[in-house]
């Protein structure tokens, strides 16, 4: 049995094509068995929504009157640092930047109550924000100063531009020293008293295509409540690592560069976050969409949280020294579970991803695609894998 | 929902004499009960009292009376979640001293037991959303 895209977008204008969630896909495919299953279901939907540092967004504002080139200038939004390194009306905003008088961590832990990830979100939800610039006036831009509200109705373009995002499977921090940590894993106490985690598991967009069979630049997916793609790798994409013998990687390994309209998307699904004692960043939500080809891409669709296994990583030594050292190795259904045996000791386990707004984005999108107000793409490219020479380089610093 | 909370209110000079109290009864339908008090014309003052009426509007009258100027000290805090900016993620689980919060196992949404709490506020500054808020 082998299907198209096309063939699966042709039911899905037809309001005929078969849907299931990554979830109930596990159930389906015990019922009716494997081959049965791949027959009638079209789409597997997947959904992940957690902090994902490498966000951003770009804007073009209009000229203003006279014009002001704020390329090489300097410019805020609601006080946090936007990149002026573009064109006279460009402005990029990352998740990460903070107000110039924001404290950091002058106080430990410090607070980063307010950062670009919450400007993103106040945007998307149809806030006033405060844009401040300089520049340094020109022949053609003579403007030095700008002090203006602006709204994300009244620009030309907004658009969110993520380099890094959906990570394929990611470590659980534990913290071995005497002393509380403040990570962007969030806290971790002294001793080994509770461990971190961070991914969506079983309904984890890159842990159903372990291998990126399906998935490429060009795969349209749910980005923050609208609609987006898969336009590159993202940063730190890594095929090249440990995985189970399902396919799936024991280690964070492929990641997503995503873009998408900002001014279709929604704040539930963008939402500012502070990491106390590590700054302010940005709540993704993405959901994606795998076509059932072939009877081997749904069986990688049926991996299950006990199937996928997670790194454990000290962060009081380890991490911070970039050792690779991992203490052991769990899964996510001990994770879910509340707390799991490490060296003999029960640690206590919390989640910085949200499983149950994973699960509404897997249920949106194959609402999306029932309704037939989503199609499938083919991707014009896949991404880098196995076998393609990827190697995940570190730091050579030189003088 | 109504609540009832002890609090000092402390009024710097310039809004001794203004009607904040009165203010405070007659528009945000709220009784008060007033336990101590000192106030002087021009000068600092402060008045203890304990304050009742519906959540929204004990909030909005906190709200008004902290932007009148005057400062709240609580005798008494809870700790409430808003549920709005809550993204079910998880975080404040293994933060909890007094186990607060319970990830149900099949949904996986996680749920605030006011009454468990002892208004400690450790998941106030661990909620990456700031979902968590201490209310007076
Ligand atoms: S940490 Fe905050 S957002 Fe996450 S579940 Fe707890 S209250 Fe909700
Ligand atoms: S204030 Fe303290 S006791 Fe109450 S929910 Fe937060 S962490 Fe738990």
């Keep these: 049995m082998a299907k198209t895209i096309e063939e699966i977008n042709e039911k899905i204008k037809q309001g005929k094509a078969v849907i299931a969630t990554a979830e109930e896909i596990i159930g389906i495919a015990r019922d009716k068995g494997m081959s049965c299953a791949a027959r009638e279901v079209d789409v597997v939907t997947t959904g992940t929504f957690g902090p994902m540092c490498s966000s951003g967004a770009y804007f073009n504002l209009g000229h203003a009157k006279p014009r002001i080139k ?16 573009y064109a006279a009306a460009d402005l990029l905003i990352g998740a990460n930047a903070l107000p110039d008088d924001d404290p950091r961590n002058r106080v430990r832990p410090g607070e980063f109550n307010y950062g670009g990830g919450h400007v993103i979100e106040e945007l998307v939800a149809g806030r006033d924000v405060r844009l401040v610039a300089s520049a340094y006036g020109t022949d053609c831009y003579p ?15 907004a658009v969110l531009f993520n380099p890094r995002n959906a990570y394929q499977n990611y470590n659980v921090a534990v913290n071995s020293s005497e002393k509380m940590l403040y990570t962007y894993m969030g806290i971790l106490k ?10 969506a598991g079983q309904l984890s967009p890159l842990l159903n295509d372990p291998y990126l069979k399906t998935i490429g630049i060009g795969t349209r997916i749910f980005l923050g409540g609208g609609i987006g793609y898969v336009v590159w790798n993202g940063t730190q994409h890594n095929p090249e690592v440990t995985r189970s013998d399902n396919g799936v990687p024991k280690r964070g390994a492929s990641t997503l560069a995503v873009i998408g309209d900002l001014k279709q998307m929604c704040p539930r699904w963008l939402r500012g976050v502070s990491m106390l004692g590590y700054g302010a960043t940005l709540a993704v939500g993405i959901g994606v969409p795998i076509p059932i080809l072939s009877d081997e891409i749904l069986n990688y669709t049926l991996v299950s949280d006990s199937d996928i296994l997670a790194p454990v990583v000290d962060y009081s030594s380890t991490f911070p020294q970039r050792e690779p050292e991992v203490l052991a190795e769990v899964s996510y259904a001990d994770l879910k579970s509340g707390s799991f045996k490490l060296n003999g000791k029960d640690v206590a386990t919390a989640s910085l991803s949200s499983y149950s707004r994973a699960a509404e984005i897997a249920v949106t999108l194959k609402e999306w695609l029932q309704q037939g107000k989503f199609l499938l793409t ?3 490219k896949p991404l880098p894998s196995i076998g393609d020479s990827i190697v995940s380089k570190v730091l050579n610093e030189r003088s | 929902m109504k609540i009832s909370h002890k ?34 014309p021009n000068q600092e003052g402060y008045v203890v009292l304990e304050l009742s009426g519906e959540q929204d509007k004990y909030d909005a009258g906190i709200e008004y009376i902290t932007s ?27 933060v909890c001293p007094s186990r607060s919060f319970i990830v149900e196992p099949q949904t996986r949404l996680v749920s605030f037991d006011n009454n468990r709490c002892v208004a ?3 998941c106030i500054k661990a909620c990456p959303p700031r979902a968590m808020e201490f209310h007076f």
């Design chain 1, 70 to 85: 704020l390329g090489g200038g300097k410019a805020t939004l609601n006080d946090v640092q936007a990149y002026t390194g």
């Design chain 1, 143 to 157: 403007r030095k100063n700008l002090d203006t509200l602006i709204n994300i109705n009244d620009l030309n373009e």
């Design chain 1, 190 to 199: 002294p001793r080994f008293a509770n461990a971190n985690y961070c991914s």
């Design chain 1, 378 to 380: 083919q991707p014009v």
């Design chain 2, 7 to 40: 609090l000092v209110l402390h009024f710097p000079p310039r809004i001794v004499e203004q009607p904040v109290i009165n203010n405070l009864i007659k528009n945000y339908d709220l009784s008060f009960n007033i336990l101590k008090a000192s106030i002087i």
């Design chain 2, 68 to 94: 009148a100027g005057v400062k709240i000290e609580s005798l008494s805090r809870s700790v409430l979640r808003n549920d709005e900016r809550c993204t079910g993620c998880g975080a404040c689980v293994s």
């Design chain 2, 120 to 122: 400690c506020g450790l």
